[in-house]
């Protein structure tokens, strides 16, 4: 299933990339896409294959997160 999805901003690195978390796994993402302003740790994106759209507040990313771990059937 591809999907968007919330991840947790760990750290942000001066390529233009960003370490994140998503349920436990951190991985890189690509911020090109991130017209709106400054990622800094702690703020919440919107991930797709890899590359963060938009960004997120904390609730938004929360019902997100549940919305995707009841399609799967995987928790938080």
Do not use: K, N
Request: glycine share 8%.
């Amino acid at each position: 299933m591809c999907v968007a999805y919330p991840a947790l901003v760990r750290s942000v690195a001066a390529d233009g990339t960003a370490q994140v978390e998503v349920q436990g796994r951190r991985q890189t993402v690509i911020l090109l896409a991130m017209a709106d302003g400054v990622v800094t740790p702690g703020d919440w994106l919107l991930v797709h294959t890899g590359i963060a759209l938009s960004r997120l507040d904390p609730a938004e990313a929360a019902a997100r997160s549940r919305l995707i771990d009841e399609a799967t059937g995987e928790p938080s």
